[in-house]
């Protein structure tokens, strides 16, 4: 016999058990937060598995110190001490049984539920032990001790919370190994010994419990265990505990490997991204340049070519008067003519002016600077707008505005030279946060990676730039015979962190 070969071998097996689920609990609960990025049942049920770790282990080390007490000359522990140590128990079986249902339930359910779930059970077993006690009291031919009913606990928290749980989770657990893919197929071994381990430990190791008035434990407990095997039920529970832990830490260790590797590879993918942007950047100020100077050439060659014609030929005009001072149907002619030369030129000066600045974003607002640039747009172009405004007018800071005409003008203009068409709609949407603004042409289209080669498409990554700056986003759905949406998202306040002094627009659409 076991008891034969160790004189006094269950406060050494109580202290490995207890070492066994303290340790698996201990890391667990440490892992939980870390590993949840996974996406795994086992992951989102971590925080009731290290309970169960935690509680049992310091139950099994109490009732290590109990049976240490008791071969040192204590008949029995003070009541107080096992009432405690059956409470601990029925929690820590409680915490498995959550462990259990969380693994087998929807992942969208939260864990509370698998808690409160475990609790119901909880409260059923404590009103199934007052009621046992009542009802055995009551019988003329069993005296029930307050230690003996203490006891009953524990065997019906064994045969109530101890088994379920650890075939539930020990299904659970398969089930979650047979998910896994191919690339975790070590993890997945580690998830079946630990499965095969619970279902063990719950249907044989807690099958097997202390002798009580009930049934079956009165015919298999404990001591028909070591009399079939010759060893304590408790190195049983010792070894599948041992199995357990070791394959569910190194399942951890394992996890938190794959954890550090796709935290590794996200760091490089943004690095790599950083580079790329930066490389982007650079490209784009090469460009954003190169279009300041031939803006410049082209606000040069309207003042020389357009305006400067017409201030010359004013100039003129108003020398040639003199020659027709006595000619009144002449003179009023030519006055006339330099009336048309003048609005000519202030109208010229007023579209230049508008190309650089629009007045009517500074005195009118968004709204009524996005109708003036369609409505011009309409009369230069031919190009038909649908435009549609929604939600609660109001100002906006400048910038946000500044922004949105810019992003507007910009798709518009890719509209007039690119889509095909003589047709487009505009929509801005003044949200409770923010503004959207969306431009829709059904033309031609283009591949959008194109915009990764080197012709890049520099309007398009001037709105996303502008978009950024200011916490927003640009998203552009297109494809070839797909016509092009462009929708740009604006917070109303910057949500980068960074938005620099406001500036004047220096990138012209195109």
């Not at 609990?25 to 935690?54: D, H, N, Q």
């Not at 969208?108 to 609790?119: D, I, K, M, S, T």
């Not at 070839?480 to 604006?490: D, E």
Request: with cysteine; aromatic share 8%; glycine share 10%.
């Amino acid at each position: 016999m076991f008891s034969d070969l160790f004189p006094a071998p269950l406060v050494p097996i109580y202290f490995v058990y207890g070492l066994a689920f303290f340790t698996l609990g201990l890391a667990v609960t440490l892992e939980s937060g870390r590993t949840a990025i996974i996406g795994l049942p086992f992951a989102r049920a971590m925080v009731p598995l290290g309970m169960f770790g935690l509680l049992h282990g310091l139950h099994e080390w109490l009732e290590m110190f109990i049976r240490d007490a008791e071969l040192h000359g204590l008949t029995s522990a003070p009541l107080g001490i096992e009432a405690v140590r059956v409470i601990l128990l029925a929690l820590s079986f409680g915490a498995l049984l959550a462990f259990g249902i969380k693994m087998l339930q929807p992942p969208e359910w939260p864990v509370r539920l698998a808690f409160y779930a475990a609790g119901g059970v909880l409260l059923f077993w404590a009103s199934a032990l007052l009621v046992l006690g009542e009802t055995v009291r009551a019988g003329d031919a069993m005296r029930l001790t307050l230690e003996s009913w203490l006891l009953m606990g524990d065997t019906l928290s064994r045969y109530m919370l101890a088994i379920p749980g650890a075939l539930l989770s020990g299904y659970g657990l398969w089930q979650q190994a047979r998910c896994v893919g191919p690339e975790r197929r070590r993890f997945a071994t580690d998830l079946r010994i630990a499965a095969a381990a619970f279902v063990l430990y719950g249907a044989i190791g807690q099958f097997f419990v202390s002798q009580t008035y009930l049934f079956p434990s009165n015919i298999i407990n404990a001591a028909l265990f070591e009399r079939l095997t010759g060893a304590p039920i408790q190195l049983f529970r010792a070894l599948m505990a041992g199995v357990f832990a070791l394959t569910m830490i190194h399942a951890l260790h394992m996890l938190e490997l794959e954890r550090q590797q796709e935290l590794a590879a996200a760091q490089r993918r943004a690095r790599d991204e950083l580079a790329k942007r930066e490389a982007l950047r650079r490209e784009m100020l090469v460009h954003t340049v190169a279009a300041q100077e031939e803006e410049r050439r082209r606000i040069a060659r309207e003042l020389h070519d357009e305006i400067g014609q017409t201030l010359t030929a004013l100039s003129l005009g108003v020398g040639g008067l003199a020659n027709v001072a006595g000619d009144a149907a002449r003179l009023s002619e030519r006055i006339e003519d330099l009336r048309r030369l003048a609005a000519d030129g202030v109208a010229q000066l007023h579209h230049l002016v508008t190309d650089l600045r629009p007045s009517q974003l500074d005195h009118l607002g968004l709204a009524a600077a996005l109708r003036s640039l369609v409505e011009e747009y309409q009369a230069r172009f031919g190009l038909v707008v649908d435009f549609k405004i929604d939600g609660h007018r109001r100002r906006l800071p400048p910038e946000v505005e500044l922004a949105v005409f810019r992003i507007a003008q910009e798709a518009l203009t890719n509209v007039v030279r690119h889509a095909g068409v003589t047709a487009a709609e505009v929509r801005l949407d003044f949200a409770p946060d923010g503004v959207e603004l969306c431009i829709c042409d059904h033309g031609v289209g283009f591949l959008l990676d194109a915009t990764s080669g080197r012709n890049h498409h520099w309007g398009l990554l001037g709105m996303t730039e502008r978009a950024t700056q200011l916490g927003g986003s640009v998203t552009i759905d297109t494809a070839p015979g797909r016509g092009t949406r462009v929708i740009a998202r604006l917070p109303e306040k910057d949500e980068s962190g960074v938005r620099g002094e406001r500036r004047e627009d220096q990138n012209p659409p195109g």
